[in-house]
Every structure is written in C-alpha cells, then in structure tokens.
C-alpha cells in the first residue's frame, strides 16, 4: 500500500464546531401594554452559524411608586411563551404558566438556525411591568468540507 509523500493533508470534513457559549440579559420593550402583553428576542441567528438554547431564566416585574421614598419592584404574576420566528400555536418552543421565577429548556435545548429568532412573549400581566429573561446559548460556527 502507498500513501504518498509524507507529510501529508487529510481531508477536511464538514459539519459544526463549537464556537463559544454566551449569557445574554433582555428585556422586554416595549413594556407591557393595556393588554399584559410585552416582547423581546434572541438572534436573528448569522448565517453559518446554529445556536442551542439551553437555559432560559425568566422574570416578570412592575415598579410601584410609594408616597414618599423610592419606587419598589414588584414580582408580578405572567404567562411566558417562546416561539420560534414568528407566533403562532404551531411554532411554540416553549410555555409556563410561571412567567416569573421560572426555568426553560434545561432538558431539550431550543435549536436555532441561520436566520432563525427566539420571540419571548409574557401576557397576562400589569400595565407597564417588564418582562426580564436570562438566556444561556451555545453557538457553532459551520466548517466545510475539503482541501
């Protein structure tokens, strides 16, 4: 059997490689409207690039003025959903009734691809409250195959 020269280059296989992980604080904004209702995101997702999802801490929160002294914040009762790109009950990644004080994603990572957003909805909750999510992804960068 001959091999060739020596040294020499293997090929190069395609697929994914670990870029980095990062943690990410959002806010939702605008505030929650007349309705309860208040959104924010993560991505849109770069082109070459997947992201996995795999921890999202979600809070709710409303500041009360009090007659004299400093505003206080205030948890406040919500409902969280996550749904991927656009919403829609077909497209939903994740839902809590809890959507304060609560965790998602710790068992199945929520997958994202090139061009791909995570939309973070909380409803239900007071005029002008704020909806706050700490968010845990993993992002790969696609390598391509040959020489």
Do not use: C, K
């Not at 296989?13 to 309705?35: E, I, K, M, N, R």
């Not at 070459?48 to 003025?65: D, K, M």
């Amino acid at each position: 059997m001959t091999i060739g020269p020596l040294p020499y280059q293997l090929p190069t296989s395609s697929g994914w490689t670990y870029l980095q992980t990062t943690h990410d604080t959002l806010q939702t904004d605008p505030v929650a409207d007349a309705s309860g209702a208040a959104q924010t995101q993560v991505g849109e997702v770069p082109a070459g690039e997947r992201w996995l999802i795999t921890r999202v801490n979600i809070s709710a929160t409303t500041q009360i003025q009090q007659d004299s002294g400093p505003a206080v914040v205030l948890p406040v009762a919500a409902t969280f959903t996550a749904y991927y790109t656009t919403i829609a009950q077909n497209t939903i990644a994740d839902a809590t009734p809890a959507g304060d004080g609560d965790n998602g994603d710790e068992n199945q990572p929520i997958e994202l691809n090139a061009g791909d957003v995570l939309l973070l909805v909380w409803s239900g909750m007071p005029e002008n409250a704020v909806g706050w999510a700490n968010v845990t992804r993993q992002v790969f960068r696609q390598i391509q195959g040959g020489n």
